[in-house]
């Protein structure tokens, strides 16, 4: 089942801040983050495995709430290279190496 | 390292024809994916090997879509017969070896367009 991303789409100034959320109805193992730009493929940006702790990436970081079967990802300070379209993709237990992957949350950056 | 390695990057045919997409997997990697991509249903799972074996094929549409992996520098996803339904960008990707829901690495796509 497809997780849920939101919002669809944000609209930021540099150097603002942006959370982008992934939620599922189904225990997760894992959530996955990749940024997708137009007309490039998706590039990977951090794993959360349950158990795990929050992750950070320079100014991407991401926490993972086994409870709540959700997830968000956090950027600070954005800067007009974290234009893109950003993927949140599921893992459960029992699903392999399957993810399903959210609709995706557009976001732009302007100077 | 070269990537995963998609061929061909453009392809526009008309309904009815063969379709075969190509990819060529990180040397080292034992879990090989198709995803395609649609504006109207994002990113979906249509098949994926480990080791070259078929594991799960669920998200394979219908009988005209096939996947093999002869060996593991090398993958096809094929189409017979196409229809104008199947226009979308289909990515291969692939991961490391013995990590559960690992990173995935993509290639850079085939865009397919059926007239």
């Known amino acids: 089942q497809q997780p849920v991303q939101s919002p669809q789409a944000v609209i930021l100034r540099e150097g603002e801040d942006a959370v982008i959320n992934c939620s599922s109805s189904?225990?997760?193992?894992?959530v996955h983050w990749y940024r997708q730009k137009h007309g490039e493929a998706p590039v990977f940006l951090m794993i959360?495995?349950?158990?795990?702790e929050q992750k950070g990436h320079e100014k991407i970081s991401a926490s993972f709430n086994e409870k709540k079967q959700q997830s968000s990802l956090y950027l600070t300070a954005s800067q007009l290279s974290y234009s893109g379209t950003y993927f949140c993709?599921?893992?459960?237990?029992?699903?392999?190496?399957?993810?399903?992957f959210g609709e995706g949350t557009q976001l732009t950056v302007n100077p | 390292d070269a990537g995963v390695i998609q061929s061909p990057r453009h392809e526009v045919t008309e309904m009815g024809q063969e379709v075969t997409l190509r990819c060529k997997p990180i040397?080292?990697?034992?879990?090989l994916f198709w995803y395609r991509q649609t504006m109207m249903r994002g990113l979906e799972l249509l098949i994926y090997?480990?080791?070259?074996?078929?594991?799960?094929d669920s998200g394979m549409p219908e009988d005209r879509f096939s996947a093999k992996m002869p060996n593991a520098s090398f993958s096809t996803l094929k189409i017979q017969p196409s229809e104008p339904r199947d226009s979308a960008v289909y990515f291969c990707?692939?991961?490391?070896?013995?990590?559960?829901?690992?990173?995935?690495?993509f290639g850079e796509g085939s865009r397919l367009t059926v007239l």
């Open positions: 990707a692939s991961s490391f070896p013995g990590l559960l829901s690992g990173e995935l690495f």
């Open positions: 189904k225990a997760l193992y894992s």
């Open positions: 959360l495995l349950k158990g795990g």
């Open positions: 993709g599921t893992g459960r237990e029992t699903s392999g190496s399957r993810l399903t």
């Open positions: 040397s080292g990697h034992d879990y």
């Open positions: 090997f480990n080791n070259n074996v078929p594991i799960d």
